[in-house]
Every structure is written in C-alpha cells, then in structure tokens.
C-alpha cells in the first residue's frame, strides 16, 4: 500500500524552472528542470484533492505561528516575519490554493508594525471576526513627524483590538498614555516590554500600567519587562498560568505567599523567568517551611535572577520536574557570602538532578572568569542550562560541579567535561590546582586578552599538562594532570609547535612509567573574530611564523598527536592548514 503523500511547498522560482533556468541551447538542461517541475506539480495535485476545510487546517499547522512570550521575540523580526513568508509562498503555489489562503480568516490573524501598512489593512478585512495577533516594535530610527509610529498603529488596530489573543509590545521610551485599555475577552497572552527603566534600581524605575481585573483573570502567559502592575491587588488574579516572565523589577510590593500561589495555582505552567530585587529591610520570608511543596510536572522552562532571598524561596517550595529544556539560575543579590554558599550547596543541590539531566542532553563547559568566579553553561542548542556562581568562590563552585555532575561525565561513554578559562591569563597554579579537581576533563580552551597570547602566558598552562600529578622516585605510577583530556583548543596563538611539542614529549613519556591509560590529544589552534579585537588580530597576524610541511608532519606523528588544526576556517572535512611546500613551489593542504 502507497504510504501518505508529503507535502511540499513549491518555491517561488519554480514554476519559471522552465522558462527561466533552462535555455533553448541547453535541451539536458531543460529536459532534467521540465522533469523537477512535473513532479512538484504532480505533489502539489495530491494534496489539493483534499476538501478545502481539511486543506486549510493543514496550511494553519503547516505556518510557524508565532509565540509572542518567547525569548527570541525581541532581538529579531523572525517569528512575524517567517509566517508572513511562509504564507505568501502558499498563495504563489497555485491559483487554487492562493484562493484558499484569501478566503481563510485564520491566516491573516497576525498583525506586525513591521508589516507594510497595506498588508495589515488587507488582513483586519480577511481576518473577518477570527482572535488576533498584535505585534508592535518601535523602529530603529525614530520618525521626526510629531505623531509617533506607536500612535499611529494604534490608530490602525484600534478598532479591532476587542478581538485580539495576543498583544506584544515592545517601546524604547515610556508607553504612559499612549497604552490603550485592553477589553477583549479573547486575551490570554500579553507582553509589554519597555526600556525606559534601564539604569534605575528602585520601586518608581519601572514604568506602572493598569489592566481590568477580568482581562487578567483570562491571561495564560504574561511577560512584563520594566513594566510595574499593582502588584498587591493584581498578583492573585493570576492564575491557571501557561507562561510567567517578569524582567527587571525592583518593587517589595511582590509578597512571597502571593508569588508561591499564583505558582501554586499554575500546576500546567511551562515557563517561568523571574528577575526580582528586594529592598535591603524587605520582609520577605527566606523559608516557608509551612507551605506544601509545589509540583509543576509541566515546567521545562526557569529562569532565577536578581536577588538571591527569591531564588532560595522558590527553589525550596517548588518540587524539580521530571525533566527540562532550559535552566538558569544566578542570582547576584545575597545578604552574605554564607547565604550565597548556603544557596548553592544545600538549596540548588536538590535541583541536581534536573541539572544531570541537562548535562547529558547538552554541550556544555564551565567557564572559568576573572573576579574568582566560573559559569556552569552549555553550546546554542534545543537543550540549556546556566548556573552562575557569581556569588561564591571558584573552588567552591567548581567542587558543587564535581560533586553533583561528576558521576554522569566520569560514566562509560559520557561526554566528559569542557572547561574554557577567559583569559587564559587566569590560569595561575590555584586555579590549575581547581581544575584538576574536576572529574573527567576532555577538552579545554583557552582565550587570551586583547593583544594576543604571548607564550609567557601559555608556559602555566602547558608545563600544567605535561608535568605527572605525583612527582619523585618514591612515585611507582605518576598520573598525568587531566588524564582523560582529548581535545585541548587554542584561541588566537601565534603559530610556535616547539613550546607544544615540548609539552606532547613530556606528557606522553608517562605511557612508558604509569598503569594509567592517556588517551591521544587533538590540538586546535583557532582563529576569533578579528572585528572583535582588529589591532590585537593584526598584532596577532604579523606575529605568526610561517610553518614547514616537514615541521607540521613531524609534529603529527609524535606519539600521543591524534589530530593538529590550525587557523581551522576550512570548507573541505579533514583538511587542517595551508602551508608553503618549498618542493612544490606551491601551497598545500596539510
């Protein structure tokens, strides 16, 4: 039996394969596009025998809707834009299906001030009486017209903003005023954004607004940053809660029972981000030891900052869900450096698990910064954890890092640890001694300060991988430092092998002496952008000696050298530098 047909969208060229990309002249040319086209075609005939109700569900599903409480919402037009492309490539497949799209209310439900005027005028028509989607950003370069762009779009949508779902607004200055009252009854996600508070850090920083008590009690995801509620009358409205953001608040007003009951009363919440500050003599209780723990099953999504009192309360009265797609916690704010380590090793400590779990479905490294401090993060990717350990010293942070997740990167087949020092002029011997601490290190990075790395820096660091843990004639079998490291990256090093070969002879002469296993070492010596440091990549640049064939061969087949890259901007896989063959008279790939 003939599986289900796929459904493809045609590009907008495609039809003009033919006409356009095939000349008379090239008749295979033409032949192989005449081909392509038909098949297309043949795909689109198949899903256009479905009834034009089933095909319109499927063009709704097949649109990327945007999810106006998401993070990404602010830093790109994407989400609006990737549904009005999405869109307009429907309509261009077919006349069949240009006419559905027209004639579907739902489709044209998103509203966006980046959109061209006659765009949204064209979709309050279409989108008949169907909830919609509004979308304001200020503009980048401000209109001299003394009606500003917000008034104007509200001129625009006014009238139908009784039927909105979802309003997104985000202002470089004050909205005051010019907010219009929200009434409609099919609100249920809301995001105000402003950054007229940046620079204040008290109660009057962030700019109030009102909202009708009946429009709150239907919200399911709210997102306020530098916006103020009334928090004392407004907070217990909430409730039923899918999604809860609250940036940038410096306001005590916000009671601890009041925020655990709208947790309380949100059991399906899915996202919850929490930037709170407290008052130096704020009430707040630390413990509510009466309360019943809170179990959220459906968060995959938290966000701690701010002061450290909330981010106790909260962790110690919500249960860890099973699992999750996104933690981060890093409160600055602590009454002592005792509260902070109390935090961190007894509260945090029952997140562990959640945090084992982001480990093994991650990419991540610890991060180790100047001021005595490290990070706990991870590489872009569906999966994010970040633990910031601003608040207590780097050995303590690094011992919560090997006491918690030490067992799953020591495991059989797990992914190890990544450890990245910026600069690399951290590494003095305390902070070495630290990172021999950790569990199963397999890579580790080092970045230099503007100017480039001089090797003076780098001689800490490599003498630290050569020299054997236990030294002496009564050692029987010495241990390498980092005896599982694999990968070891260079950022912005100029090319010298000798201080590194030195490194790899001393290193690998343990085989000889140790019962331990040294696992061969991948050496890769990167390039950073040269836009973020221009006179420390030149300086860089001049620096670099020019490497023989003969020199890099040799240096590849000592023992314990699995792989060397250099300056790894390469398009071809496997190939690892450009250099001068003096044979050859020419450039080769080493």
């Not at 990075?445 to 050569?466: I, P, T, Y």
């Not at 430092?481 to 990256?489: A, E, G, K, S, Y």
Request: hydrophobic share 40%; net charge negative; charged share 20%.
């Amino acid at each position: 039996m003939e599986g289900p047909k796929q459904l493809e969208i045609l590009p907008v060229n495609a039809r003009n394969l033919a006409s356009d990309e095939a000349s008379p002249s090239d008749p295979e040319r033409r032949h192989s596009a005449s081909v392509e086209l038909r098949r297309k075609r043949a795909s689109v005939q198949a899903i256009s025998s479905l009834p034009d109700e089933l095909l319109d569900f499927v063009f709704q599903l097949a649109l990327p809707y945007p999810d106006v409480l998401a993070a990404i919402w602010w830093w790109t037009d994407l989400p609006c834009h990737s549904y009005l492309s999405g869109r307009s490539i429907l309509r261009r497949v077919c006349k069949l299906w240009k006419d559905l799209v027209d004639s579907s209310p739902p489709l044209w439900s998103v509203i966006s001030s980046t959109f061209p005027l006659e765009m949204n005028k064209a979709s309050l028509v279409r989108s008949g009486n169907c909830p919609l989607l509004i979308h304001y950003v200020d503009p980048e370069v401000q209109d001299p017209n003394p009606t500003s762009p917000f008034q104007n779009f509200l001129l625009l949508v006014g009238p139908h903003l009784h039927r909105s779902s979802s309003v997104a607004i985000q202002r470089n200055s004050e909205i005051g005023s010019e907010l219009p009252t929200l009434t409609s009854p099919h609100l249920v996600n809301l995001n105000i954004r402003t950054d007229s508070w940046v620079g204040g850090q008290d109660d009057q920083s962030a700019e109030r607004i009102e909202i009708p008590s009946d429009i709150l009690k239907n919200i399911k995801g709210l997102a306020l940053s530098g916006i103020q509620l009334d928090w004392k009358n407004d907070l217990y409205l909430l409730r039923g809660l899918r999604a809860l953001d609250l940036f940038g608040l410096f306001d005590s007003a916000i009671a601890s029972e009041q925020l655990l009951d709208v947790l309380a009363g949100s059991p399906d919440i899915e996202n919850f981000s929490l930037d709170l500050y407290l008052k130096n003599d704020d009430p707040w209780s630390e413990r509510l030891s009466t309360r019943e723990p809170i179990s959220l099953s459906h968060l995959h999504s938290l966000r701690l900052h701010g002061d450290g009192k909330v981010s106790d309360l909260i962790l110690c009265n919500v249960r860890p869900p099973p699992s999750m797609e996104f933690l981060d916690i890093g409160p600055h704010n602590f009454s002592s450096l005792r509260a902070a380590t109390t935090f961190w090793m007894n509260t945090v400590a029952v997140w562990a698990p959640a945090v084992r779990g982001l480990h093994d479905k991650s990419s991540p490294f610890v991060e180790i910064f100047g001021g005595d401090t490290c990070r706990l993060g991870c590489e872009p990717g569906p999966y994010q954890i970040s633990l910031d350990f601003v608040a207590i010293t780097r050995d303590a942070a690094l011992s919560w890092i090997s006491r918690h997740i030490g067992d799953v990167a020591e495991a059989e087949g797990g992914k190890g640890l990544h450890v990245a020092s910026l600069p690399i002029s951290l590494l003095h011997y305390d902070v070495l001694a630290s990172i021999q601490s950790l569990p199963a290190v397999k890579k580790f990075s080092a970045r230099h300060q503007a100017g480039g790395v001089e090797m003076k820096e780098m001689e800490a660091l490599l003498n630290f991988l050569a020299d054997p843990i236990s030294k002496g004639k009564d050692a029987a079998s010495p241990k390498p430092c980092l005896p599982r490291l694999q990968t070891l990256v260079l950022a912005d090093w100029v090319w010298n092998l000798h201080a590194l070969e030195d490194m790899i002879r001393r290193r690998y002469s343990l085989r000889s002496t140790t019962q331990h296993q040294i696992p061969d070492l991948t050496i890769k010596i990167t390039q950073e952008d040269p836009w973020s440091d221009l006179l420390g990549a030149l300086k860089m640049w001049r620096n670099k000696a020019i490497i023989s064939l003969s020199t890099v061969t040799a240096f590849r087949r000592l023992d314990g050298v699995q792989g060397l890259s250099i300056s790894c901007r390469l398009d071809e896989p496997g190939l690892l530098a450009v250099i001068w063959d003096e044979d050859k008279s020419a450039p080769a790939w080493v």
